[in-house]
């Protein structure tokens, strides 16, 4: 607001000033100009938007030479067959499918796999906890969970307590943070029947299948490869199974192949979104079905230990260390990468997807090795103690 003097014809009888609003500024701190920049922020954020997704779904990259997403946009059979190519949105129904199988995970484990468990006799008894203690409570959550000598002799003479019972007191707080075997139980025999079932419906959509038989039909006609509802389905749960060990890995039972599992499951997700995206879904329910045929048996293994069957146990375990031998240093190298290198680059030639693709393969037969490794060393060993 602005003041000036006014007449005294128009304004105030004794001549003061009064105030005169000014026209409305157009500034950098007015409405229109903010209305402006804002537009201006949509406007460019939309562009930018607009160009990560061009990037991104760029052509050139996931497709061969002379196919567009134009290509795969219609249906491969006669209208109202129901068959269509891989879209990319059908990936995004895998994560609240990945929420589902978690929460059927959660029935399955307190009204199946429990009551079983009890059954056999698992007790869901932990271990024998430890003598509540304020000092040695601090120590162990924020200095040390095995304190070295030193630290032990200072504790006993600030505590007035043996140093056999500190050590004891320090190996019973370890132990009390382990799981208790009903819950190990619970979380093997979820993934026992996932596994043993998924599996069995692979076995059985592959039975049929022709590339099941000769894997050059994978890249026959390849990407003009329809989609079935069976295919589909298999495809989708797999990749909605393994979100939820994504979202459960720092829930579950911390193990020492934490880190190669957690890459495992980056792989493998990748492996099927990517392969679903750009239509390799022939030679990914191959590798799919393939990992599928060891992992139920390690499961059952677990759940045999478990039980206290040691001989059944061993069993387990040796027929799922020769299985995965076989399937993930025998059948894989020669038979899946053999026809993702070598078939497709004879019938289809490599483009940037390609080199991805196989690369996330050749990434999952480094693990392959690293884990057979580590069977073969626990064998050993379980043949040197005479039990698993």
């Known amino acids: 607001l602005r003041m000036r003097p006014r007449p005294p014809e128009g304004g105030a009888a004794d001549g003061r000033a009064v105030p005169v ?15 402006r920049r804002r537009e201006g ?32 946009a219609g249906e491969p059979g006669p209208p109202g067959s129901g068959l269509q190519y891989p879209r990319a949105g059908h990936v995004l129904s895998a994560f609240p499918l990945a929420l589902g199988i978690f929460a059927v995970r959660l029935l399955f484990e307190r009204f199946i796999a429990k ?30 969970k095995s304190p070295d000598g030193k630290r032990l002799e200072g504790l006993s003479k600030q ?22 075997t009903l819950t190990k139980f619970c979380e093997s025999m979820w993934r026992f029947t996932f596994y043993l ?57 911390k193990r020492k192949d934490f880190l190669i599992m957690f890459v495992h499951h980056l792989a493998t997700i990748g492996l099927i979104t990517f392969s679903y995206m750009n239509n390799m879904v022939r030679v990914g329910t191959l590798v799919l079905c393939l990992h599928d045929a060891s992992d139920f048996l390690l499961e059952a293994a677990k759940l045999a230990n478990y039980a206290k069957y040691q001989r059944l146990c061993d069993a387990f375990f040796m ?24 078939e497709s680059w004879e019938l289809i030639g490599p483009y940037p997807s390609w080199w991805l693709f196989n690369g996330l393969l050749v990434t999952l037969q480094v693990l392959h090795v690293i884990w ?12 040197v103690r005479g039990k698993v």
């Open 159 to 180: 505590l007035d307590w043996d140093v056999r019972k500190i050590q004891r007191w320090f190996r019973q707080r370890r132990n009390q943070d382990k799981p208790t």
């Open 41 to 72: 922020w949509q406007r460019r954020r939309k562009m930018a938007a607009a160009a990560l997704r061009a990037w991104f779904w760029n052509e050139r990259f996931w497709l061969p030479h002379n196919v567009t997403w134009a290509d795969l």
């Open 197 to 253: 079932s998924i599996f069995v419906y692979g076995i059985r959509f592959l039975w049929t299948a022709p590339w099941f038989w000769d894997t050059r039909q994978c890249w026959y006609n390849y990407p003009f490869q329809p989609l079935t509802s069976r295919l589909y389905y298999y495809y989708i749960l797999e990749l909605a199974f393994y979100w939820s060990l994504m979202f459960s890995q720092f829930t579950d039972i």
């Open 115 to 144: 009551p079983c468990a009890i059954k056999l006799g698992i007790q869901d008894s932990g271990p024998h906890r430890a003598q509540p203690n304020a000092i040695l409570e601090k120590v162990f959550t924020s200095i040390t």
């Open 21 to 35: 609003r000014g026209p409305p500024r157009v500034g950098c701190g007015g409405r229109l100009s903010c209305g």
């Open 319 to 342: 027929l799922f260390g020769v299985v995965f031998i076989v399937t993930r240093l025998g059948i894989y190298p020669f038979w899946i990468l053999n026809t993702t290198l070598f």
């Open 372 to 383: 057979s490794y580590l069977i073969v060393r626990t064998a050993y060993k379980a043949l």
